[in-house]
């Protein structure tokens, strides 16, 4: 399998295969993926009677052999999919002297439904294992209960992120005690039956959480005089070595013995696209001899801290199985304190020969139902087809054993002058100031971060309260209205109380803002660009507090408010290097004795009215655009978020921008709004914001008024009614989660959030029932908790409307879940509605609240047309394993942000630039490269370069000869 | 002289300096030509005591010192500056052995009182070389009337161009009637004198005309007994051997024996720039050695027939000269039918030795004052400062002899493996249609150009008078109200009978394009780019045609008929190039597991209401630009040029787009305007005219009605009121006629036309003179003959507006000219007025006529303030050889299309992007890179690409390692 292309096909096609129900899905399913492929590919066709069978029966044929090709394919990798085909081949590889660790397969954990099934699957292959258990003799011993004299012989390997479908890094404590009320009664039933059990490490942002799971479980008073407890611990991570010395340390201080499953890892490509999307360090190994190193010296260290320590070794490279065994004998380790691990159904001939010399082998081995066994097997896959892969290299492409076998640090240092580049891939924008890069986003898992978020939010909670005046010309000013902006989850708490400027206010802002212009348009556009740079730096020594103000006055949860404040930074970073771009005057269109620049110039004084539900960010936004591109901006920010509004401003005084060049002007939208749109004097209105104030907007901004110096340019993102298609192949262990997230993040109070979620028929019944399962399963509370999921709306106007609208949806259609929510603040329930089409006001009207209407489509093209159906066009998303239908949704789904098998929300600047069209927007994109432009108006200065018909060479380089 | 950079700052600072007539601008020109120059360079310091003085006195004494060193410089090359001193010092050269040619130098000839001026300056020069000619002895022989016993002691050179200001080879016979009534009299005194004339040859466009002056004249029955008459000729010109051979078949043929001056021609860059400019072959050898050569050929070819032909051989090129010499003298030439001519100032040596080998030396000596003699200056100066120059690889360089005197031939086929490229830079716009570049321009030089223009006229005067229905979703249509368009210069004469549509039409063609743009926006736009190919392709096959049509019924000029036709080809050729370009969806802000689409697709329903003054330029710009994005279209061509509109809708016909795609429905604006505006289904209006249209449109376009499915987008081209700043060291003979054209050309109606000039006060007076006595010097009449430079204006409406706004003119500011008119068409006069300031009507309201205000500003600033002093920003030019002010203009003089040293109309597609800001347009820039983002919105397509933890490398490329 060298060539990449396929591999991907094939490996996405085994991944949809348990979904094919049918036979027509199967065949359309093949024609997609190897469409391009001369014929289906021989590893699927093998055992087809390919000659002389065409047509539909021979397709039937082919479709029966490949989809068995497959089964058998996962098979060789899955002990069994029944406890007893489970127990009668565990039997088998008992009689071979192969010890096991048992892994239940699952589907993804989205919901407590499915996190006590999860359990439950646990304590049924417990009992099963219990009968068995009497008719096996003890491996390496006669007459035993354990094995090798001294091991039990159940042995189990357990997911803790199976086991609580609410895991969140963000929520630490939360996390470890729901999964341990889970993990306990299972570990109670090892005990019954003299078992093992392992904690299996998954991805390394629940390390930390699998960690202290692991502890608590060991230390519990209940637990700790039981030995057989083991944690698996992945040395690909950088952190390995260290992760292991802090657990043999505590293993020593609490004075209880730990076993270690000592692994390599299997997240690798994983972790490096995750930190990668994140703008986080890569946290493993890039260098395979790196991590090889690490195995051997994380092995030595439990080898040597045998007495407190049991080392499971598992691995399938020869060179770090024969290191770890050398060692054991040079340290004289007794042989009850470690033994060997080896995948079930994976390089058979060396399980036999480690067998043979190491007598101590146990094979890991996955059980259950095919559908969610795929997942694995693509993992092993995966391992079998890596380049860096010991095993590949040893049986596929025969590899020469000096080099397999050699030391890895001498490897390392081999390769060391090449060192994997962080960022390889250079980003559009970028300029003196460097290329553009996102900034990163919290990583939970850290405690530090964890703390730090707390931490501001105490800080922030002693500042509430304080007086916010206006800011004009530099100058504070305060005027005759005070109000108060308060917590929407406390209603009495006040955040902070804010002066509203009055139509004279905003003249005083305007004249301001004309007086500077006339100096801030002809200050070089790379030293407007650098007041963008210095206030992101501003931004970046703040983001926690940042953060903590949203939390308390906009309701937003930890990761929700974090991420507002990375785009806002966002938006700085990338619209300085983009003016830094756009300020290069074009040279076009030469012909000698001419030179011809393009290049834009700014439109005057703008007015920036933002929205609260991303109070920083897309405020941040519209004023950085306006400011870099030489504009004047009167800022006013929402009235529900004026305090978040008000530490925009502190951000750009900060950075030292000269005064009247940003003003900050809160007001009622009664008393000052249409004024700043009919005032002749403002030549840019940047709003985002529902669609009837948009289209007012747009319709008074039109009107020209005496005096007026320009036509008014209107940059106006409105709302959305933003639907997600279900296909019948969508991986639901993927969709659920996103359509949650989507619909109910933050409220629902996105513009970008689903509000309708379109299933086809065929899947709609499974899909529902994990939906609403997942949805029931959520925590809603005051966001300044991170265990909350969900949190209360902005304000008691939004409340009512909201409440409105799921009466509405009771009318329209059937309520299929519709959650409690505590008292005290402006908290509405997470709705889902059934039996919604198109017709339905709950199918065409935005809410902006957690109400998700669900939409039964006949087929895929109805999906398509009903997720077109509405005023608006900003966000959609499409889960689906069909290439075919992807490739129809990329053109004919048509909204201005598409996702295909993720959610649609969280579009991060420069990689998802943001906006949409019909009734959502004027066809702008915030974060992309064609932004600025809608700021600025283009010039073209020509010069004759010819006199008395000399024309100079210089300008047009070699024009001639 | 080696620094590029200095030299460009030399001449330029030597061609402004004879305008720096105080302390102050000599100063501050010195300052800001050679600030980044250490100091003031050493050729313009000579002389003066520069150690020692300083500050003002210091820079005083340098000033003139530089004054006087450049006057010097100039001298050296120019033989006296009065009659007095250049009798005195032709008799030195005399006395020395030399004949002479007199030349006089003058300004470029602007009007016909400077034609009229020039011709008497060679009469009274002639009157004083008459006295001093008895005191000259004869050369080469005694007591001769004759020198050499054969040639005339008088000898001139006269320039055809400066005899007639309205030269303009589209109006041939024309151009060469006026010189000839200028030339006439001028040959007669030199006859009288028993003189030689030379009739000097120019730049490449006037060639012809020269020719045909030369037969003309020599053939004239007053004239042809007397022989001394010469005709320069130039080889540099590919065309040179063949002109020669022709000129002498001719002579042959009319039994006239004839001179030929031979040269290799002094506007080599100038050809070359025009050539590029135009879109026209490069008429000169690019290769200096094929000039030589062709040097040689010619003149071997003129000694053969020198029983008809003598030559004056005028080369410093050593090895020519020779070549010429040995050539003659195996030929056995009589010495009476050849002789040698150099430069006067240039290469001295050369010229001695050459009088000791040749006897018969000729100096061309220039004559008249400083001013005018810059240009002269500047064009030896490049001589002697070029690469290829023979003169600078003697001289200066050290160039070994046997290079230099190389056989041309031998040095032709040493570089023809390295032939110049036509086109060396690249376009931006390039694709699979190869890279774009201009349709070329009408070459009227050119005399099949011309047959070709004046049969299509009379082509299309055949089809006068016919009916054209409206075109809708595929299919003719007629209504119930039928209209003429006339010919503005004969209001009887009917060009077509066009339908016009109602409401019901256009409700129709509304759904033909909304059931077309299905299909038509899911064309891949490859596919809709080739339709615009091909388009163009039809449309240059019938060029001349449709000019005419717009000569007819537009009333314009065969240029402007012209350029409008190739201005409609660039847009296709250039939007189709564009759309291939910004169809390839943009990957970005990449992260592995992730895939980032950006791109665009078409808005829906385009309405394009266009104008008549471009009336297919522009509706074809507009129109090109709504198809190729894929949106579809209703064409409303201006009621004053409906049958140019048909012509468009013929030509999109003719290149297959599908039915309904393009819907062409003339009608009255008050029927169908605003319904066609207000409708709910029309996306996008593209329009260009007036101001009052326009922001009619933009107000109505916002008001979003029931059931609209979008913000309705406005591309609105406006009106303006240009200014041209004349600065004090502006170069009239630049200035002059390019506001002229500005102003005046197609009368007018352009919105880019010049209607204020606004002159600095020290160079008031002069330009006034020169700016009227030019306006006085253009013909006025019917479009269809070429002599005339203006036409009657569009209409009656458009006749009496002009007019009104001409009393304005008189009530307001001071007339200084104001045409007669001819009778019949809708005539208005060319009017300048003076004395207005800002706050006049005249300086603020667009007349769209020939109407020009006058504005005498007291200093620099005050003109730039004058100029942004209106509420539009369309065009915009400067006049100047301050660095510094335009400098300044670059940034502020705030327009949207700024020139510097040519006027301010004829925006080229691709090179100088058009449309303007303020009350002039939203921003957009037809034929620019921006512009056919306008007619899309962008979208993103977010793929997640990652599943199961497996991350596609394919689609990232090497993210890691």
Redesign the interface.
């Known amino acids: 399998m060298s060539h990449?292309?396929f591999k991907?096909q094939l490996?996405?096609f085994i991944?949809v295969l348990p979904c094919l129900a049918t036979e027509q899905m199967l065949n359309d399913h093949i024609q997609e993926y190897f469409a391009q492929h001369e014929k289906v590919p021989a590893v699927l066709r093998f055992g087809a009677k390919s000659a002389g069978i065409g047509g539909y029966l021979g397709m039937k044929v082919l479709a029966k052999t490949i989809r068995k090709n497959i089964e058998n394919m996962a098979l060789q990798f899955i002990i069994g999919n029944t406890i007893p085909q489970t127990v009668r081949n565990l039997s088998k590889l008992r009689q071979r002297g192969f010890a096991f660790t048992l892994d239940i397969l699952g589907e993804a954990t989205v919901n407590e439904k499915e996190a006590d099934s999860y359990a439950e699957n646990y304590m049924r292959l417990l009992e099963g294992l219990e009968q068995a258990r009497s008719n096996w003799s003890a491996l390496g011993t006669d007459n035993s209960t354990l094995d090798w004299g001294h091991s039990p012989k159940i042995n189990i390997s357990i997911k803790p992120s199976a086991l609580y479908s609410q895991i969140n890094p963000a929520d630490f404590q939360g996390s470890v005690e729901h999964i341990l009320d889970r993990l306990r009664p299972v570990y109670r039933k090892v005990i019954e039956l003299n078992g093992f059990m392992c904690i299996d490490t998954e991805m390394r942002a629940y390390k930390e959480i699998t960690i202290e799971l692991y502890r608590r479980l060991r230390s519990d008073s209940e637990f700790k005089a039981y030995p057989h407890l083991g944690l698996a611990m992945q040395v690909c991570l950088k952190s390995g070595d260290r992760d292991i010395g802090l657990m043999l340390d505590w293993a020593r201080q609490a004075r209880l013995p730990i076993s270690i499953r000592l692994v390599k890892g299997?997240?690798w490509?994983?972790e490096?696209?995750?930190a990668?999307?994140n703008g986080w360090p890569?946290p493993v190994h890039?260098?395979k001899a790196e991590t090889d190193a690490s195995f051997e010296r994380c092995a030595e260290k439990i080898l040597r801290n045998h007495d407190y320590c049991h080392l499971a070794c598992a691995s399938h490279n020869v060179r770090s199985v024969c290191s770890v065994l050398e060692l054991a004998r040079l340290l004289e380790v007794p042989d009850d304190r470690y033994e060997f691990q080896v995948l079930y159904g994976m390089a058979e001939p060396f399980r036999n020969a480690l067998l043979k010399m190491a007598d101590r082998v146990r094979l890991y081995c996955p059980q259950g139902e095919l559908l969610p066994g795929?997942?694995y097997l693509?993992?092993r896959l995966?391992e079998n087809t890596s380049n860096e892969s010991f095993l590949r290299q040893t049986y596929v492409e025969g590899c020469e054993p000096e080099r397999l076998l050699r030391a890895p640090h001498l490897s390392i240092s081999e390769t060391a002058e090449?060192p994997?580049p962080e960022r390889?891939?250079r980003?559009?924008s970028q300029s003196e100031f460097g290329a553009f890069s996102?900034e990163p986003l919290a990583d939970f898992s850290l405690p530090e971060v964890r703390d730090a978020f707390a931490g501001a939010i105490a800080e922030v909670k002693k500042k509430l309260g304080r007086t916010y005046p206006l800011f004009i010309g530099g100058n504070e000013v305060t005027t005759d209205t005070l109000v108060d902006s308060m917590n929407p989850a406390r209603p009495d708490e006040v955040i902070g109380r804010v002066w509203l400027a009055g139509t004279r206010q905003v003249e005083e802002a305007i004249t301001a803002a004309q007086d500077a212009f006339q100096r801030w348009r002809?200050i070089p556009a790379h030293k407007r660009a650098t007041y963008l740079i210095r206030a992101a730096e501003i931004a970046r020594t703040r983001i926690f507090e940042l953060a903590a103000w949203q939390v308390l006055e906009a309701g937003k949860q930890w990761r929700q408010a974090y991420n507002d404040v990375a785009e806002a930074i966002d938006f700085l970073e990338y619209y300085a290097r983009e003016m830094v771009r756009l300020a290069h005057p074009?040279y076009?269109?030469?012909?000698?004795?001419?030179v011809?620049?393009?290049f834009y110039?700014p439109?005057g004084i703008g007015v920036v009215i933002a929205p609260w539900n991303f109070p920083l960010a897309i405020s941040c936004g519209m004023c950085a655009a306006a400011l870099v591109t030489g504009n004047c901006v009167l800022y006013k920010p929402s009235n529900q978020t004026p305090v978040v509004g008000y530490t925009l401003l502190q951000i750009l005084q900060e950075a030292g921008l000269p005064p009247g060049v940003f003003n900050y002007i809160p007001g009622a939208g009664s008393v000052i709004g249409d004024f700043l749109i009919d005032h002749p004097q403002t030549s840019l209105i940047a709003f985002t914001g529902s669609m009837e104030v948009g289209?007012r907007i747009?319709?008074r901004?039109?009107?020209?008024s005496e005096g007026q110096?320009?036509?008014k340019?209107v940059i106006?993102e409105m709302g959305g009614k933003n639907a997600i298609i279900i296909d019948d192949d969508a991986?639901l262990d993927?969709a659920i989660p996103q359509v949650i997230d989507s619909a109910f993040a933050y409220q629902g109070q996105k513009c970008s959030a689903c509000s309708r979620v379109i299933v086809l028929d065929t899947i709609y019944a499974r899909f529902v029932e994990r939906l609403v399962d997942a949805a029931r399963s959520v925590r809603i509370g005051p966001a300044e908790v991170p265990a909350n999921f969900m949190g209360p709306v902005i304000d008691e106007s939004a409340q009512k409307s909201i409440l409105h609208h799921i009466e509405i949806a009771r009318k329209e259609g059937s309520i299929l879940y519709s959650s409690n929510v505590p008292g005290g603040g402006y908290y509405v329930p997470i709705t889902i509605v059934e039996g919604i089409t198109p017709e339905h006001r709950l199918a065409q009207e935005e809410v902006f609240g957690p109400v998700l209407a669900v939409m039964r489509a006949m087929d895929f093209d109805q999906a398509k047309v009903w997720a077109n159906s509405t005023?608006f066009a900003l966000t959609g998303s499409v889960f689906s394993r069909h290439p075919k239908h992807?490739e129809q949704c990329?053109?004919e789904f048509?909204?201005?942000?598409?996702?295909?098998?993720?959610g649609c929300t969280g579009?991060?600047v420069?990689?998802?630039?943001?906006?949409g069209?019909?009734?959502s927007?004027?066809?702008s994109?915030a974060g992309?490269?064609?932004y600025l432009?809608q700021f600025?108006?283009?010039?073209?200065?020509?010069?004759?370069t010819?006199?008395?018909?000399?024309?100079?060479?210089?300008s047009?380089?070699?024009?001639?000869?």
């Open positions: 990449e292309d991907v490996f996405r991944d299997a997240y490509d994983y490096i696209a995750v990668r999307q890569i890039t260098n795929m997942a693509i993992r995966m090449k994997a390889p891939e980003s559009e996102n002809d074009r076009i269109g030469h012909a000698p004795g001419e011809n620049e393009y110039q439109k289209l747009i319709e901004a039109a009107r020209t110096p320009s036509v340019k106006a991986d993927e005023r992807l990329r053109k048509r909204v201005g942000s598409l996702y295909f098998n993720r579009a991060i420069e990689k998802q630039p943001f906006g069209f019909k009734m927007g004027v066809g994109k992309g490269p064609d432009l600025m108006d283009p010039r073209t200065v020509t010069e004759n010819m006199r008395r018909g000399f024309v100079p060479v210089r047009e380089g070699k024009w001639i000869e």
